[in-house]
């Protein structure tokens, strides 16, 4: 009962790169910085089977950003000539890669970091990689002409990669989608159908991950502009349980998404955000156990997952370190409570 997992990414040490930042730069190349990237992992590994996680991710400790990481392994794509981009319906720019020609893997993206995790725990295992409509956000388009179209090219090059997690005997492979929030109802009715694609034929769980973004200060400006009631979820989550996704990950905690949104993923499992992302303070056991009360009033126990709002990747380590074990302590509560009840 309640799994506890992460959205996906955790800080990078110093060693390894710039600390709290989005894009960091490396502190190292070439085969060194390989061997960083994978002493990274296996640190993070181990931090979550402390903390006391069920599932257990690679923190995506190899890879600078959760979207550039995948790119990066794909032809087609320019990344020597970055242009300034405005992405999320340009809520801030940021300097992306461009597409200039038919895209292909050329070769594995993740296979040392997936094999490492595998291979040092016994716990389920969740692999990460970013959904087709976010990705078509997150690059500039010099080659397809057309959104579309483009999402699908990259959902089947995402496919081959989750196949091969899959191999790795990954447990769960998660699209990242934050462009869910923003393209309500492109995402509705096209983004749901490019993700399907994404996972199609995986007999693994397959899961999407819908947050308001990381806890930078371009975000947290704009959900100010949201207002008191978070209703994105409300025209999305319809396609999604009707869609062969198992997982949805949510915002939760010290957002404003009315929590009985959640009652439109019947079927689903939750994996519900009690960990923000956006502030340093450290939620009390209590806290969590609260929000999971909170989501038991729409989702059922055996659905449920706890979680964090996102990814951590730009907070502090020690700070991540310490949510992660509230995460814990706070969903332990809630077993007992859920146990007394
Ligand atoms: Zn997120």
């Known amino acids: 009962m309640f799994d506890t997992a992460i959205a996906g990414s955790l800080p990078k040490p110093g060693w390894l790169a710039e ?12 085969d060194a910085l390989a061997e960083a990237k994978l002493d990274a992992t296996l640190l993070w590994i181990k931090q979550q089977e402390d903390a006391g996680l069920s599932v257990i991710g690679d923190g995506e400790q190899a890879r600078q950003h959760f ?34 020609g038919p895209l292909r893997l050329k070769g594995r993206v ?63 492979v998660q699209f ?19 993700l399907e694609r994404a996972a199609q034929g995986l007999t693994c769980k397959t899961a999407v991950h819908i947050c308001y973004g990381y806890g930078i200060e371009a975000n947290v400006e704009w959900k100010k502009t949201l207002g008191d009631e978070w209703r994105q ?67 059922p126990a055996k659905h449920l997952v706890a979680c964090t709002n996102c990814g951590m990747a730009p907070m502090d380590r020690t700070v991540a370190e310490a949510k992660l074990r509230a995460l814990v302590e706070g969903a332990a509560l809630a077993r007992e409570r859920w146990a007394g009840a």
């Open 19 to 30: 600390t709290h930042k989005l894009w960091p730069r490396w502190k190292a190349e070439g």
């Open 67 to 100: 979207v550039h990481g995948f790119l990066e392994r794909v032809e087609g794509i320019d990344f020597e000539h970055k242009v300034e981009m405005g992405i999320r319906a340009d809520r801030y720019k940021a300097m992306v890669p461009q597409v200039v």
């Open 110 to 172: 993740h296979e040392a970091e997936a094999k490492l995790l595998r291979a040092h725990t016994t716990r389920a295992t969740k692999f990460t990689l970013p959904g087709p409509m976010t990705i078509v956000d997150t690059v500039a388009d010099r080659f397809y002409g057309d959104r579309v179209k483009m999402a699908f090219a990259f959902a089947e090059l995402l496919n081959q990669e989750a196949r091969a997690l899959q191999a790795d005997g990954i447990d769960i």
């Open 176 to 194: 990242d989608e934050p462009a869910f929030n923003v393209y309500m109802a492109e995402a509705a009715d096209w983004g749901v159908k490019a």
């Open 233 to 299: 979820y409300e025209q999305i989550f319809p396609a999604l349980a009707k869609s062969s996704i198992d997982q949805v990950s949510l915002e939760c905690i010290h957002s404003h998404v009315p929590p009985d949104l959640m009652a439109l993923l019947a079927g689903k499992d939750v994996m519900v955000g009690v960990i923000d992302v956006a502030s340093d303070r450290v939620e009390t056991p209590e806290e969590v156990a609260d929000t999971i009360a909170t989501a038991l009033r729409f989702v």
